[in-house]
């Protein structure tokens, strides 16, 4: 329960009521109170052997399912329209942030049916919470399933960041078992997200010693969890790990929130066929290095020596920078919110220095 529903210039921290975490955690599930369910699952989950697994658990339950492929707004209004009037008892969302993310507006919506896409940046708090939401992220770096900020694309194919505090999962479940199946290289992309979520959230603008705790602790096991991965792909500590660095690194974007590397890497998704993590893996090199250029900060020495002491650049692809319209990321990149967070004061005069620092030193 939120108990101050306005914002208010003073530092806070948002994170879930409830969260299960560990081998076999999803069995959780099974003990939920509401027994109307609506599944949001990814293809790649409904079509792996997680998904047998997923139906025990939930099997004395009524459940409608359905495939999420991308959050849009189309897919979230119509998921509305045919819900409105048969609306679950609980959202149960399992896979990576798509499918999350999709979870959070459709909850929104659904409580609350005079919202729509016009006006849900104007509302940032929800006074209507009668339908649950479980996050059961499949993926380590989505972060979705502890914090109050959906990414969805709207109708021009631009992913725009919304913030509500009826976004945080009710509930987040934290099983690694989902993670068994990634091979190392995947991995190591996917973990790319979670070094950024933690760094770019230490040094933003709504930065606190708290945060800055909380993302030195991420980082510590995002180090820990991927080195001894190197050695055993199958070992279960590193494993929880890595799924405990994402969490962390999820409390961190919705709290301290991130800066020019996503603002970039969201810019650039337009024009490639790139996934995100992988643009923001090729982003934290030359972005820390210009950074370190600009402003006198230890951090980013202390990125720069974490993201190499990880093996990050064994997995970068500089190739995603080739054949881009650099005027269009640039005017894009200007517009993207996640600008204004920045560590260092982004503008139309050093963005453009940016980009041409991170064409030329890859």
């Given at each position: ?130 339908i649950k939401l479980v996050a059961v992220p499949t993926t380590p770096s989505t972060g ?37 199946s990634f091979d190392l290289k995947s991995l190591y992309v996917l973990a790319a997200d ?169």
């Amino acid at each position: 329960m939120t108990l101050i529903k306005k914002m208010i210039r003073t530092s806070r921290i948002y994170y879930n009521p409830e969260v299960y975490y560990g081998k076999d955690a999803i069995s959780c599930l099974k003990s939920i109170q509401q027994e109307n369910l609506l599944i949001l699952i990814s293809n790649t989950i409904r079509n792996s052997e997680h998904y047998q697994i997923i139906q025990t658990h939930v099997s004395k339950k009524t459940c409608r399912v359905e495939i999420i492929t991308h959050p849009t707004q189309e897919t979230i209004l119509a998921l509305k329209e045919k819900y409105l009037h048969s609306k679950p008892e609980a959202i149960i969302a399992i896979g990576g942030g798509k499918v999350i993310d999709t979870a959070k507006c459709l909850k929104l919506v659904l409580n609350n049916p005079s919202i729509d896409f016009s006006n849900m940046h104007k509302l940032q708090f929800s006074e209507v919470n009668e339908i649950k939401l479980v996050a059961v992220p499949t993926t380590p770096s989505t972060g979705s399933e502890a914090n109050s900020v959906a990414v969805i694309t709207d109708r021009r194919g631009v992913k725009t960041p919304y913030l509500n505090d009826s976004f945080i999962p009710d509930m987040a479940v934290m099983d690694y078992n989902f993670l068994e199946s990634f091979d190392l290289k995947s991995l190591y992309v996917l973990a790319a997200d979670i070094f950024t979520h933690a760094s770019e959230g230490m040094v933003s603008v709504a930065r606190t010693p708290f945060l800055k705790a909380i993302g030195h602790s991420c980082l510590s096991l995002l180090e820990s969890g991927l080195n001894a991965l190197k050695k055993d792909l199958k070992d279960t500590r590193a494993l929880s790990e890595l799924s405990s660095a994402g969490y962390l690194g999820g409390i961190m974007v919705g709290n301290a929130y991130v800066g020019a590397i996503h603002a970039l890497a969201h810019t650039l998704e337009k024009q490639t066929n790139k996934s995100h993590s992988n643009l923001i893996l090729s982003l934290i090199k030359p972005v820390y290095s210009w950074s370190k250029t600009q402003k006198d900060n230890p951090l980013y020495n202390e990125f720069l020596s974490i993201y190499e002491q990880i093996g990050f650049e064994d997995y970068v692809n500089y190739d995603v920078f080739n054949e881009i319209n650099i005027d269009e990321w640039i005017e894009d990149a200007n517009k993207d919110i996640n600008m204004m967070t920045n560590g260092i004061k982004m503008d139309k005069e050093n963005i453009p220095q940016l980009i041409e620092w991170v064409l030329n030193n890859r």
